[in-house]
């Protein structure tokens, strides 16, 4: 199997373009060509990681970090970023890496941490904005079912928990070809009405490619006329962030209990307590400062995330429960998701869990 075949897999899980745009996504290392002889799944990749990975015979790992965040100028094994990269690439080890890519997923890293926690009734916290297009195009009203079910097969028309989703209207087309066209209906220089159904398709903009190869391939007319609307609509099935419903209500001290235990986390750095219980409860791995507002607005008793600074605390005001249980610790378990997709996808193949501990932060 190539490189390039296990990316297409991943990406048809969590496409790039679902990433933030500030990381650094896809393959870092290696060669789309290259025959995979196996995979390793890490939350980050480290030289130990390389050495576990030759050890394996695994040419390939997933990571769910970016072991290169922002460019690198030197390659002189001074940081243990370039010692990782030049001894990835001087062993022809290939490194893909999901980060946000997964973060937006809505059962990526988030659904996994409300997973752990038994929670219900989940939905994003954050819908990401900016990932959805509209297409508009004209066709006979003959040709019209053809078009939109091709159109719906290469993944337009999807919305939520819906699919094959689009709006007609019938009406009636003009056109007239000069001397070189080769017009479907009609002849050059001579004008033609023809019954038309005008087509409205919602598409994920990272397909826009595929749905304009599909339109122009499907579509019976020489000239298609289409339009392409970008879309200020959020998507509900992407986006940073979850929250849900706690099997039962708990008291705060308890539930701090059950997040420790649920989270295998050692400390918990958390806001003062409300003396209410806890039974919505809002997650967003790792950095989540930025969600305490949308957790607030979307009416969470408690926020589990990581990485608040002292302030941040503060943004509480007596609201909500702030609990920040540790970076690695909220991301912990993404590696096994990660494990879990690519085990069902590819069955036959040989895929391997790090049994290394990459976590760097230590509590005395």
Known sequence: MTLQKIIAVLEAWAPQAYAEDFDNVGLLTGDP???????????????????????????CIVSFHPIIFSGLKKFTGRTYVERTVTKAIENRIAIYAMHTALDNH??????????????????????????????TTYVPSENAKALLAALHDAGAGAIGKYEQCSFSVLGKG???????????????????????Q?????????????????LFAVHPYEEVAYEITALENKRQDVGMGAIGK??????????????????????????????????????LGVSGSFAIDAALAQGADAFITADLKYHQFFQAENKILLADIGHFESEQFTKNLMYEYLIEKLPNFAIALTETDTNPVNYF
């Not at 001397?179 to 019954?195: A, R, W, Y």
């Not at 005008?198 to 599909?214: A, D, G, M, Y």
């Open 33 to 59: 060509n290259w025959d995979c002889t196996g995979i390793l799944i890490t939350l980050d990749t480290l030289e130990v990681v390389i050495d576990e990975a030759i050890a394996k015979k695994c040419n």
């Open 246 to 283: 706690l099997p039962q209500p708990m008291e705060e001290k308890d539930f701090l209990a059950f997040v420790k235990k649920n989270m295998n986390t050692s400390t918990i750095r958390h806001s003062p307590l409300m003396g209410r219980k806890i039974e919505s409860v809002a997650v």
């Open 174 to 196: 003009t056109f007239k070809g000069n001397s070189d066209s080769t017009p479907t209906i009609g002849m050059p220089l001579q004008k033609e009405t023809v019954e038309e």
């Open 106 to 135: 809505s059962q990526g890293v988030n659904f996994q941490i409300g997973k752990q926690l038994g929670l219900s009734h989940t939905q994003l916290l954050i819908p990401k904005k900016n990932t959805l297009q509209k297409l």
């Open 198 to 214: 005008q087509l409205h398709v919602i598409f994920p903009k990272h397909l826009e490619s595929k749905i304009l190869k599909t």
